[in-house]
């Protein structure tokens, strides 16, 4: 296979090297282009352009492959703890015993945050979207740290900060439901695994104890696991846009929940709940619904169908779907916002709409129904998926600042006006 591109401008033949990954995928490097040919590239949202070179994340859209650090999803949704996933992400590596249990010992040392915190949290109006409350309290959290605000300094400061915001963010996203629900705010419990630890903070309550269930512990660590990471999606490459600036890490994951909560990103799983909830109370059927899709009627998408990169399957949404099928009657679940969904995704897959633009379930299609199921309302699904995602935040951001990624600074082809002189306002149409 050749090693160079040629490209022909204005007469002249340039070569761009190319570069490949380990698993054969192969990039135009164009670092020199503008230097040599005076031109840039355009290629809005990023389409098809790689904006870094990482080992943490592979996928392959065509095939439904995903892999982290090597291992297929599948595998590592079968057999591993959410804790497992997590170093391996960050740390490159399937913790041994002895790494695995400090790590688990680090992440209970530092679970509780600061009293303080609850002032800033209680400010907020009863009713506020979690994702706003939890963008900002993660945010704010370096103000705790001052120390964590130069993620260039020592690698073990920068190793402290990476378990704090790890440890803490259970606690944080539990606070939200507590809020929410008007009860007070529980602390970590040090003997419990950090799934379990972050179901008793969200669901115990102090005039009790409180027993996980094993089942939800199960579907919630498996969940979590699926979400763990997947490349230079949205809000991971703004892990490495803002931290490219030499942001901190509280700061950086702050913007990556912002990012998440799009509902193009992380926002879709709770939109596909309300959308199946429309659907059964406005009485339509599941074909008169996707009918108003393919109209495009006021933009209305099928939320929960289509992916920027999985043109074939979404390897998560398979696993997800017998998930839920599993979690629903071991918990003795009925709901019908589930058959709706199959319903859906029977008449979609049929549908030479969504065939021809190759339009699949996506991990968020079914994952709301398990949320749900575990007892979750609709606003708290994308505090899960930010949960879920967020070792892989970290492991983004640990490799950008130590591969010392370049600030991000991309170009832009203007198409404003030309220079004009200024009018004084009596002149002015
Ligand atoms: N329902 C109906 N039509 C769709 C959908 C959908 N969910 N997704 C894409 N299309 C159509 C779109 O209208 C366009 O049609 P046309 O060629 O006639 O203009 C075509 O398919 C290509 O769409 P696109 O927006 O150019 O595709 P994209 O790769 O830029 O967008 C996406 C990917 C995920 C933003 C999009 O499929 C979408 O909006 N899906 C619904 C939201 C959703 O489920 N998001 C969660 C993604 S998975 C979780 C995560 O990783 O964040």
């Given at each position: ?11 002249q ?18 670092r020199?282009l ?203 490459s703004?892990v ?53 899709v ?45 058959d ?31 949320y749900r ?49 200024y ?7």
């Open positions: 296979m050749s090693n160079v591109a040629k490209l022909e401008y204005n007469g033949v340039y070569e761009l090297p190319i570069i490949t990954g380990t698993e054969n995928e192969s990039s135009v490097d164009i020199k503008r230097d040599t040919t005076g031109l840039v590239t355009f290629d809005d949202g990023y389409k098809n352009t790689g904006s870094t070179k990482s080992k943490i994340t592979f996928i392959d859209g065509d095939k439904g492959i995903l892999r982290y650090r090597g291992y297929g999803i599948e595998e590592l949704a079968e057999k591993a703890e959410f804790m497992e996933v997590a170093y391996l992400l960050i740390y490159g590596k399937l913790p041994n015993e002895a790494e695995y249990t400090e790590w688990k010992k680090q992440m209970t040392r530092h679970s509780l945050v600061h009293e303080d915190v609850k002032k800033v949290f209680d400010a907020y109006p009863t009713g506020a979207h979690p994702m706003g409350q939890l963008m900002t309290m993660v945010g704010m959290m370096s103000s705790f740290y001052p120390n964590s605000q130069d993620p260039q300094k020592m690698e073990e400061d920068r190793n402290l900060t990476i378990i704090r915001v790890m440890s803490k963010m259970p606690n944080l996203c539990a606070m939200m439901y507590k809020k929410r629900i008007g009860h007070p705010v529980m602390y970590p419990t040090n003997e419990l695994r950090y799934v379990e630890d972050y179901l008793s903070m969200t669901f115990g309550n102090p005039c009790e104890k409180f027993t996980v269930d094993p089942v939800v512990a199960s579907a919630l660590n498996k969940l979590l696991i699926l979400h763990a990471d997947h490349e230079q999606n949205c809000s991971a703004t490495r846009m803002v931290g490219s600036a030499g942001t901190n890490l509280w700061a950086t994951i702050s913007a990556a929940i912002a990012a998440l909560w799009g509902p193009s990103h992380g926002g879709a799983n709770q939109e596909v709940l309300e959308m199946l909830q429309e659907i059964k109370d406005s009485g339509i059927t599941t074909k008169q619904y996707v009918e108003k393919k109209n495009k009627e006021a933009g209305v998408r099928l939320m929960g169908f289509g992916h920027r990169v999985y043109k074939n399957f979404d390897p998560r949404a398979t696993i997800i779907k017998k998930s839920a099928d599993d979690v629903l009657k071991k918990l003795g679940v009925v709901d019908p916002l589930l709706i969904a199959m319903e859906l995704e029977q008449m979609a897959l049929s549908d030479s709409y969504f065939v021809e633009r190759k339009l699949y379930p996506n991990v968020d299609f079914y994952s709301g129904i398990i199921a575990l007892g979750y309302p609709t606003d708290m699904f994308t505090v899960l998926f930010a949960l879920g995602r967020l070792p892989g935040w970290v492991a983004q951001w640990k490799e950008m600042v130590e591969e010392k990624q370049p600030i991000c600074r991309p170009r832009q082809i203007y198409m404003g006006e030309t220079p004009r002189a009018q004084s306002i009596k002149d002015r149409k």
